[in-house]
């Protein structure tokens, strides 16, 4: 949804050139709003806006642009501007941002970038997407161990604007070595004592992640730690950077979105489901479409060859689709269980034998009360057929019950073994257990058929 | 996974009584490792355990224990103790625990607090769960405008222990009114002119909720806003409490993980997949499993309906799981899709007619994708049954195209018309979108035949 209500006055304060006006405009309101407020505006005209704000404002309303206006700005607006606006940006943003712009521009804006800047964003640029150095940023307040109090506060105080985060300062040594942490907290409660040392406050068990780390690993830990900001550090614990709170938030977010893409066989967008462009989304849902629809072909080829036994027991058919949604829906739930129980670390790879036993618990308990149901139903609707009683009337509740069993076992243990053998658990989406479940149904459907009536 | 690895030495300090050595493991490590080293403890051995930290370290480790043993110790342990814990917690946690305490016992509890801390837990109960007001906390740093950045300072330096962040000091007039927020990293950045007033330095722009809020909304704004903490305020802009970062990564996790379940028909679960009673995750999986069921029934009665048409042409049979499971995957591929965009915000309501233009897209373009290769499978199963060509082969590609395009348009629906309705639309599961298409896909599949080969 795009807010219009200032769209006509700020189109208007353009073409009078009012200049007050628009730096009224940018620093009245949050920059969260401010740029809320310009979603209708074009990239030229939103950039002819922000250049009313000073450069911290500009660069922090500019963060709150969508993705794609931001990258059209970088790649259409005038050079000089935006190598000024890219230079103060935060070193994750900027790289993130980057990534979606043409190379020339790239190539053109880190020239007239200071070498600093042009070194970090290339070493950044080489952290694979997903991984705790591509979101990390590396502004951050690292502190000798030697200062006191009074020097790390007013150290703070005259740094405080350059950084994302001021609220953990990171005691390093000489060759930037993680020693310690101390939160601002502490060291506002310390003011009393000020000439204590950073080193006799810091704690020293801190908790850091690896650059080549998963994101979602480290959300968790941040989570699990109630953190505002994490450290990554290299292997010899040298700092390179820190992850904040919001980005976790963004990284929970973006997760959370792309494992519920998974679970319903889409593969994960890498923008927002409008401006996915239509090709685009076709094939991310075309791709798993197929596979489950070869999957599908194999039902037919199954069915055709039980056609004797279908012409024979012609109400046979009728119940297909009932015996085959049953499977499927329960290996559905203990799938989507078993995935979300291992992102949130609920279970582990070594709790399967009580996945599995409580899986089987779960398919005999359920299996038991649909059959009944099922019964119920079959009776209902089957005696139109005068087929022979009792054992007829038996072979779609026991069906249901041997189906929702293998639901629930194949739908636990198949994401279990997707984690065993390194690959996202997610991958097991929901309709593709539930396709392997039909097939198995089928199978399950004629053989019993074939057992209980000759 | 129960980390063991201090088990028997916690144990045999227990037994020795060795103070020293316990309150060293209490104070040692960041609080989270020393719960976690706890877990395979009894609730009384981790009570003696943590009776040994000082009030405010017991505290923070008690956070970081699962609920369930939270409950457990506060319902068994000893009076007066639990009552000095529960009065230490932070005012959101507290009632989060007490909420799944026997009545009685919180009774008792609340008799030994001091009266405001009672008065405090009593109005937080009054929230419903998943509101803004049973997230928050209620312990705030809120100060004067007419303070200065040094009275502030010091203030902070004062109370910086009791406040569960210190990260925004919250400016509010004398009857609570919130008038602005100064942030930590402008107070500090300010330190160089310390008698600059609060209400010179703070926001008036600020972001907050209502305590009736549902806690997504909440989450979608701190991270929209890029917050550490959001005011809660009443409808007269009263501050009642804020709400911290931790708790809206929880809440963002715990939403996520409602919505997969929600998707897969699985009701939420209160506590983790592995401490959910078998009898409550049977009934929680068990009734959506029924509706489904009695759902699915309904194809059976369908075909019934149509069985002199499937008696005629056999091969019909073999493609019913076929054509039904392509649309159930679509649809559940545009439920998802739409649920998701929803939640994140990437849509609104409002959006109804250019989704349902992408979805109709969407539905020709892999339906007719589908609907080419279903005809070459067709054409390599069907000769067997020796029937006319070339029309009798268009049946099944002719339905696929139709039921895939239904199943976007469906499934992008659905979820659209629960959000109108003011329902939650992740209630619009897969396996329900699925269902219903089941029933749809057996009526057109039978006209398709009925239409073209007659």
């Avoid at 790649?75 to 000089?80: C, D, P, W």
């Avoid at 964003?121 to 502004?139: C, F, H, N, Q, W």
């Amino acid at each position: 949804m795009i807010n219009t209500l200032y769209l006509p006055e700020l189109r208007e304060m353009l073409e009078r050139r009012d200049d007050p006006a628009l730096r009224e405009f940018c620093t009245a309101l949050h920059p969260a709003r401010t740029a809320e407020f310009m979603e209708g505006l074009s990239a030229a005209e939103a950039w002819s806006v922000i250049g009313h704000a000073d450069a911290a404002l500009r660069e922090e309303i500019f963060g709150y642009f969508g993705h794609d206006r931001q990258s059209e700005i970088i790649e259409t607006q005038e050079l000089e501007g935006v190598a000024q606006l890219v230079a103060d940006l935060a070193p994750d943003d900027r790289v993130d941002v980057l990534d979606d712009v043409h190379p020339d521009r790239v190539h053109q804006l880190l020239e007239l970038l200071p070498a600093d800047e042009r070194h970090d964003i290339l070493r950044l640029r080489l952290y694979p997407d997903g991984s705790a150095g591509a979101v990390m940023t590396t502004e951050i307040a690292k502190l000798s161990e030697s200062l006191t109090v009074t020097d790390a506060l007013t150290e703070l105080g005259r740094q405080a604007e350059h950084f994302e985060t001021i609220y953990y300062l990171y005691v390093v040594d000489a060759t930037d070595h993680l020693r310690g942490v101390v939160s601002t907290r502490q060291l506002v409660s310390a003011m009393g004592r000020p000439e204590t040392r950073l080193g006799e406050l810091m704690e020293t068990d801190v908790v850091a992640v690896n650059p080549m780390d998963d994101q979602e690993d480290v959300a968790r830990q941040v989570a699990k730690y109630d953190l505002l900001a994490i450290p990554v550090v290299d292997r010899e614990r040298v700092m390179v950077g820190i992850i904040t709170h919001d980005d976790v938030i963004d990284v929970v977010r973006e997760e959370a979105t792309e494992d519920a893409h998974r679970s319903a066989a889409v593969a994960p967008l890498d923008t927002s489901y409008l401006k996915t462009h239509v090709l685009t989304l076709g094939w991310k849902r075309g791709i798993w479409l197929t596979i489950l629809f070869a999957a599908a072909i194999l039902t037919a080829g199954a069915l055709e060859f039980y056609s004797d036994q279908l012409a024979k027991w012609e109400w046979l058919v009728w119940f297909i689709p009932l015996v085959i949604s049953c499977g499927g829906n329960s290996g559905s739930q203990s799938a989507t269980l078993v995935v979300t129980a291992l992102a949130t670390g609920d279970i582990a790879l070594s709790d399967w034998g009580r996945v599995l036993w409580r899986e089987i618990l779960q398919g005999l308990l359920l299996g038991l009360f649909l059959a009944v149901i099922g019964y119920v139903a079959v009776s209902l609707i089957q005696p139109a057929s005068s087929e022979v009683f009792p054992s007829n009337a038996l072979v779609v509740p026991v069906t249901v019950l041997l189906v929702v069993v293998s639901g629930t076992v194949l739908g636990a243990l198949l994401p279990l073994l997707f984690q065993r053998l390194g690959l996202d658990p997610a991958l097991m989406s929901n309709p593709f257990v539930a396709g392997i479940i039909d097939i198995l149904g089928i199978v399950v459907y004629m053989s019993v058929a074939q057992w209980l009536m000759s």
